[in-house]
């Protein structure tokens, strides 16, 4: 019997789509997104829709009968995708790239597939050990230390809060060892005025709010000030408080700008804190032997994030923590109840005991295809061809009269804005304002804004494997030409 005739319809239909059925439907949907990716540049990269347009597209009630796959395709062509934001289009260059590339896709198709749930290593090897050999391969590539422990986070906003959970648990066991006490309602970290929301959010979820994270004001490139951080851990150790942890970021989101680590790091060891690096989007940059310089001192961190979801070509989501102090993880979080419970052996690693969802994802398949599918060699190539791009514009907004560069481009974000002659500040700002509105309007590029030393900057991210020279070009084209009109009286 042909696999289509092995299922009878009636009283007992079956739920799951036959074989035969899936694979045509899988056939459509890959030549679907192949087709997809091969011309992202036929859509606007930012979708034009009002809040609640899909909304009240869809249906209302839930279907009760089942949908033939062509037509579920169809809807989502018509209904779903003109609503949708293009991350894979070569002009996205807003926030950092969601780095989509091919081979991610396959191994995120992979990982769906075999539906692995690391809970311990019992409950797949291949998930564990997978995660194991990827992330000992990206921490060589990156330059870390070899005796670092990886693991794979879904945001490193996760990941820094596991990063201050240990930190919190670190200071609490050093407090034990001398026999005082950390009084939990007093613990506060620190960061860089510039550095991530995730900072100050994860003090909020240890319920010590906002104000528990300090912000160190930053110099005129955007890296914190190590005697500014000093004098705050002085002045509230002077009021009572107690310092946990520093924060301190390669890549910051506004600007890319770099914290000067190694200093931190002496800080920190001075007061036994907890030192956590968040290298989210600049991370993959340290690949390259020339951009190493911006990661000195990393290597005395505890704790240290990077996701291969914004510049590492593997989609959404994998963001990738290394600690050289695991075990402040595991005692601060390890609780296995019995029907988890595995005889240890020593190169078995269970991932739950290390962070606070038990269940994980197969996240390294889609790490681990990327990796094969590229080759370090061409990943650091393409890399190294983005950083040129971001200072191919650089250079044209330095050489625009009416055009400034409001920050060092030390990766591939440029930070810029025009400046029309004889007005105000604000109406500078107003008139970057117009300009991103009419830029973005386009529908060709999708560029994003930030404060910066209080002034509305540009900014124009590039990480999207697809982008390319011509598109830069293109975008100058635009920016000079939107500037024009945007500053018409
Ligand atoms: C420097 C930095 N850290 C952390 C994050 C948060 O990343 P995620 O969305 O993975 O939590 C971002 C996001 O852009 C970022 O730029």
Request: glycine share 6%.
């Amino acid at each position: 019997m042909k696999e289509e005739e092995s299922y009878s319809f009636g009283a007992a239909e079956p739920t799951e789509l036959s074989p035969e059925e899936f694979r045509r439907a899988g056939h459509d949907l890959v030549d679907w997104i192949s087709s997809y990716l091969a011309h992202p540049e036929r859509y606007r990269v930012l979708s034009q829709v009002r809040p609640g347009e899909l909304l009240d597209t869809l249906a209302p009630d839930p279907p009760e009968r089942p949908s033939p796959q062509a037509e579920i395709l169809a809807d989502f062509e018509h209904d779903v995708l003109p609503r949708a934001v293009h991350w894979n289009h070569p002009g996205f260059m807003a926030y950092f790239a969601a780095g989509g590339s091919s081979p991610g896709i396959l191994g995120e198709t992979l990982a769906a597939a075999l539906n692995n749930v690391g809970l311990l290593w019992r409950s797949s090897p291949a998930l564990a050990e997978l995660e194991e050999c990827t992330l000992r391969w990206l921490g060589r590539l990156l330059g870390l230390p070899g005796h670092w422990f990886g693991l794979i986070h879904d945001t490193a906003s996760t990941a820094t809060l596991h990063a201050v959970i240990a930190g919190r648990q670190s200071a609490l066991e050093r407090a034990g060892r001398s026999g005082s006490e950390l009084d939990l309602n007093r613990i506060v970290i620190y960061t860089s005025a510039q550095a991530h929301s995730s900072v100050e959010r994860a003090m909020a979820a240890l319920g010590r709010g906002f104000e528990a994270c300090r912000k160190i004001p930053c110099d005129d490139r955007f890296a914190m000030r190590p005697e500014a951080l000093r004098q705050s851990i002085a002045a509230d150790l002077r009021d009572g408080f107690q310092p946990i942890a520093v924060v301190a970021t390669v890549g910051t989101t506004a600007s890319a700008g770099v914290d000067p680590v190694g200093t931190v790091a002496e800080i920190a060891a001075e007061h036994s804190l907890w030192l956590h690096v968040d290298a989210a989007y600049a991370g993959p940059a340290a690949m390259l032997p020339e951009m190493r310089e911006h990661f000195a001192g990393c290597e005395r961190a505890d704790s240290f994030v990077v996701n291969p979801h914004k510049w590492l070509f593997v989609p959404m989501d994998c963001s990738v923590m290394y600690t050289s102090r695991p075990e402040s993880f595991r005692r601060a979080l390890s609780l296995v109840p019995e029907y988890l419970r595995s005889g240890d052996h020593p190169r078995a690693v269970n991932y739950m005991e290390y962070s606070i969802p038990l269940g994980r994802r197969f996240r390294a398949l889609k790490l681990w295809y990327v990796l094969r599918s590229f080759g370090s060699e061409r990943i650091a190539a393409t890399l190294r061809e983005h950083v040129r791009l971001a200072r191919l514009i650089a250079e044209w907004v330095d050489a625009a009269p009416d055009f400034e560069r409001m920050a060092p481009t030390h990766f591939s974000l440029v930070c810029l804005r025009v400046v029309p002659p004889n007005v105000t500040d604000a109406e500078i700002d107003r008139a970057n304002e117009k300009l991103l509105g009419a830029v973005n309007d386009t529908g060709e590029f999708f560029l994003s804004h930030a404060r910066l030393a209080d002034r509305y900057v540009i900014r124009v991210a590039i990480g999207n494997i697809r982008t390319t020279e011509a598109h830069v070009r293109r975008l100058w084209e635009l920016l000079q030409r939107c500037a024009r009109s945007a500053l018409a009286p």
